[in-house]
């Protein structure tokens, strides 16, 4: 068995989140398997005896982390794993479920086929952003999903420029733009008009938001391309850059972001019929299977 020490992460206050946990440990234990709880989940249901561990503590020693909540909660622990590139997998108590595609109800014989051998995983590369401001680092952060700079407080575009590789781009009036991998192609760069790119490909898109010019469109690049957004005039501190969503740094007019391929990424596992067309059709609610497909 490849996976012999368990890491469990889960959110807190998510429905079902306490019996899910305990129903996750009796099919682990089952299988002989030591499993370790974030300590932020033993302290929080303490009459169920979780053993505990801290964060750092699971990436260091785990062979398999498991999130218990939604893309969100995945999101989370995957920019801190992702240095020990660790395989993950997720279990899905939110509402899209792209990168937590285990279902509670499906919990049990999902993960005993992945137990013994029978799974997929795929490799996802992260993001490094850091914002350099007279030359230093005021602000840093990983991202699995996307760097997205944007207009706040203020109903004002911001105007920025964005150079690739040492090669000057466009400068643009924008709301802002997405700096998006893959995976994080189904997210906010898809409601702002972006491609969705197959998960494996090594490939960034540049998404901008409610630009001024009309035929600005979405740009895909190489992902070890070196990308920087200079930040001409933001009225004062109408900018901000978020990783995932999840960190918010504020800009300033002449701060550079420059955002890099680092050497982490996040080994996703997956059940053994995971197809990511599947996946695509039943979170998007594209059209149903041809017939004949239905009729296999």
Same mark, same amino acid.
């Given at each position: 068995?490849k996976?012999?020490k368990i890491?469990?992460i889960g959110?807190?206050?998510?429905?079902n989140?306490e019996?899910?946990?305990?129903?996750?440990r009796?099919?682990?234990? %089952?299988?002989?398997?030591?499993?370790?709880?974030?300590?932020?989940i033993?302290?929080?249901?303490?009459?169920?005896?979780?053993?505990a561990?801290?964060?750092?503590?699971?990436?260091?020693?785990?062979?398999?982390v498991i999130?218990? $909540?939604?893309?969100?909660?995945?999101?989370?622990?995957?920019r801190f794993?992702?240095p020990?590139?660790k395989p993950?997998l997720g279990?899905?108590? $939110?509402?899209? $479920?792209? =990168?937590t595609?285990?279902?509670?109800e499906?919990?049990?014989?999902?993960?005993?086929?992945i =137990?013994?051998?029978?799974?997929?995983?795929d490799?996802?590369?992260?993001?490094q952003?850091?914002i350099?401001?007279?030359?230093k680092?005021?602000?840093?952060g990983?991202?699995?999903?996307?760097?997205?700079?944007h207009k706040?407080?203020?109903?004002?575009?911001i105007?920025f420029?964005?150079?690739?590789d $040492?090669?000057?781009?466009?400068? %643009?009036?924008?709301?802002?733009?997405?700096v998006s991998?893959?995976?994080?192609?189904t997210a906010?760069a898809?409601?702002?008009g972006?491609?969705?790119?197959e998960p494996?490909?090594?490939a960034?898109?540049l998404?901008?938001i409610?630009p001024h010019?009309?035929s600005?469109?979405?740009?895909v690049?190489?992902?070890?391309k070196?990308?920087?957004?200079? =930040?001409?005039?933001?009225?004062?501190?109408?900018?901000q850059?978020?990783c995932?969503? %999840?960190?918010?740094?504020?800009?300033l007019?002449?701060?550079?972001?420059?955002?890099t391929?680092?050497?982490?990424?996040?080994e996703l596992?997956?059940?053994?019929k995971?197809?990511?067309f599947?996946?695509?059709?039943?979170k998007?609610?594209?059209?149903?299977?041809?017939?004949q497909?239905?009729?296999r």
């Open positions: 068995m996976f012999n890491g469990v959110k807190f206050g998510v429905r989140i019996s899910t946990l305990i129903s996750l009796s099919i682990l234990e %089952q299988e002989k398997l030591e499993v370790l709880f974030e300590d932020e033993s302290n929080l249901y303490p009459e169920q005896n979780f053993t561990a801290d964060r750092l503590y699971l990436a260091e020693y785990c062979d398999l999130v218990v $909540g939604g893309d969100g909660s995945f999101l989370d622990a995957a794993m992702a020990w590139k993950m279990i899905n108590l $939110g509402r899209l $479920g792209f =990168l595609d285990i279902a509670p499906s919990m049990h014989d999902s993960l005993k086929a =137990l013994h051998g029978e799974y997929k995983s490799v996802r590369f992260v993001l952003c850091k350099l401001r007279e030359g680092v005021v602000g840093q990983l991202a699995m999903n996307d760097v997205v700079l706040w407080k203020s109903a004002r575009m105007e420029e964005t150079i690739i $040492g090669e000057f781009v466009n400068t %643009q009036r924008a709301d802002g733009v997405i991998t893959p995976t994080g192609s906010y898809l409601s702002g972006g491609p969705i790119l494996s490909l090594e960034l898109t998404v901008s409610c010019t009309l600005n469109r979405p740009l690049v190489r992902s070890d070196n990308i920087e957004i200079v =930040l001409i005039d933001n009225n004062s501190e109408s900018a850059i978020t995932d969503g %999840q960190i918010n740094m504020p800009g007019a002449g701060d550079v972001i420059e955002i391929r680092p050497d982490y990424y996040v596992i997956h059940p053994k995971h197809e990511v599947e996946v695509l059709r039943a998007l609610g594209w059209s149903d299977l041809p017939k497909l239905k009729d």
